[in-house]
């Protein structure tokens, strides 16, 4: 794991070109080990004695004192995430046209065509399928019974959409991608994937040098203590594991950082309503686990 200062180094020589992509996230990586942590360092021990307080920021007190950070690294593949769809973006504002044949290949070698049934008199797709009464089928549109659904070729539903990106028919999510995660989508999705496909080929190396910069700064700034508090043990494991932080009006209760008080420090109308709140959804709970559909 590399050292604050040598993350610096790395991240200049990267931002000047006098190192490839490559090699700095092997130099980033090379000496990462499961399981290891920024503060089992020595480095961080050593610096952490310079910006550490003498008590708790929080609740005052000096027991077991900690650098607790308020935000935390994000992960890399989030940040390609990012960057590859600002990059898309870019590219559809300049160039949102896509030839229909090269759409239609997209699609049959990424996705499987599952068809909306539909009426075969007025071709709509509000239909329902019933059990005990035949014809099976009726269209509540036009009002037809029938027996077999119709169904429009995928090649029918491109030549639509081509005519009129926002037509009501080509907004079904009937193409389902071929991975292993099997999402569906509708054609201005389809559309928009083969666009960023094309973006992340054209301008690959782009986006991951600025991805990989974006997450060398968010680490630094981790290991630079920028934002930290002390804290004692129990305020940090508040904050880390509930997201809550002490009351600054009472001093004794621990809220919701997104709260400005605890509960029974609100003003009465509101500390009613708020408890009156809680206590329906503690009954509604009961009823619910009482029913079996907890």
């Known amino acids: 794991m590399l050292t604050y200062n040598e993350l610096l180094e790395l991240k200049e020589k990267l ?21 290891e942590r920024a503060w089992h360092s020595k480095d961080w021990k050593e610096r952490r004695i310079e910006v550490i307080k003498d008590k708790c920021q929080i609740c005052g007190s000096k027991e077991i004192l900690t650098l607790q950070h308020l935000s935390h690294p994000r992960k890399y593949y989030e940040y390609e995430r990012d960057v590859t769809r600002e990059h898309t973006q870019s590219f559809v504002e300049s160039n949102n046209s896509v030839d229909k044949s090269e759409l239609s290949n997209y699609i049959l070698e990424n996705y499987d065509y599952i068809p909306v049934s539909l009426c075969p008199k007025c071709k709509s797709k509000d239909i329902s399928k019933r059990v005990r009464k035949l014809p099976q089928y009726l269209c509540k549109e036009c009002k037809h019974e029938f027996d077999k659904a119709v169904f429009r070729l995928s090649s029918e539903l491109i030549e639509i959409f081509y005519e009129n990106e926002d037509a009501y028919v080509v907004r079904d999510k009937c193409f389902v991608t071929k991975d292993k995660w099997k999402n569906q989508h509708n054609l201005s999705q389809v559309k928009y994937w083969l666009q960023r ?3 992340k080929t054209k301008d690959s190396d782009v986006i991951e040098k600025k991805a ?14 920028e934002d930290t508090i002390t804290a004692c043990r129990k305020c940090a494991s508040n904050f880390d594991l509930h997201l809550m932080d002490l009351c600054p009006i009472c001093k004794e209760n ?14 009465e109308d509101k500390r009613k309503a708020v408890l009156e709140t809680i206590e329906f959804g503690r009954k509604m709970h009961e009823m619910h686990k009482s029913l079996g559909i907890d």
């Open 212 to 225: 990989f910069l974006l997450y060398l700064d968010d680490n630094i700034k981790y290991l630079s203590f």
């Open 15 to 35: 931002t000047n070109d006098e190192i490839t992509l490559e090699l700095a996230k092997e130099l980033f990586w090379k000496d990462y080990k499961e399981g």
């Open 197 to 199: 496909n094309k973006t």
């Open 254 to 267: 621990y809220k919701s950082i997104q709260y400005e008080t605890c509960i029974q420090c609100l003003p």
